[in-house]
């Protein structure tokens, strides 16, 4: 089993910036080896919509949602276990609720609880 917990959300003004953690625990193989780990938002009105993630196929690649890319950084911990968006120049259509997301080797997938955001002046 894994566990992922989410911090680092809150409120923040416009054109501010957050900074998310996504601390994996539980079966470290699983933590090591997936397929998979990223980021995910989701507001009252929409599906999950992903932002960010790692596929570690084909020696890695990195996608970002085009509405993001060129705001949000992604660091990665693989010492750790976690994954850190940096999040900049933060815009009202940001608020939502950002959830981690793992896919293990296996395809078991993973989700953390949630951390709200909420960009607002």
């Known amino acids: 089993q894994v566990q992922l917990v989410e911090s680092g959300g809150g409120p923040v003004q416009p054109g501010g910036s957050l900074k998310l953690s996504c601390v994996g625990s539980?079966?470290?193989?699983?933590?090591?080896?997936?397929?998979?780990m990223g980021w995910y938002r989701q507001t009252p009105d929409s599906e999950h919509e992903l932002i960010a993630g790692?596929?570690?196929?084909?020696?890695?690649?990195?996608h970002y949602h085009d509405s993001i890319k060129d705001r949000f950084t992604d660091s990665r911990d693989g010492a750790r276990n976690t994954i850190n968006p940096q999040m900049n120049d933060l815009k009202s259509v940001d608020t939502a609720v950002y959830f981690c997301n793992l896919i293990a080797a296996n395809e078991t997938e993973y989700w953390g609880r949630g951390t709200q955001v909420t960009v607002s002046s």
């Open positions: 790692f596929f570690t196929a084909n020696g890695g690649t990195t």
């Open positions: 539980g079966n470290t193989f699983t933590l090591k080896a997936y397929n998979f």
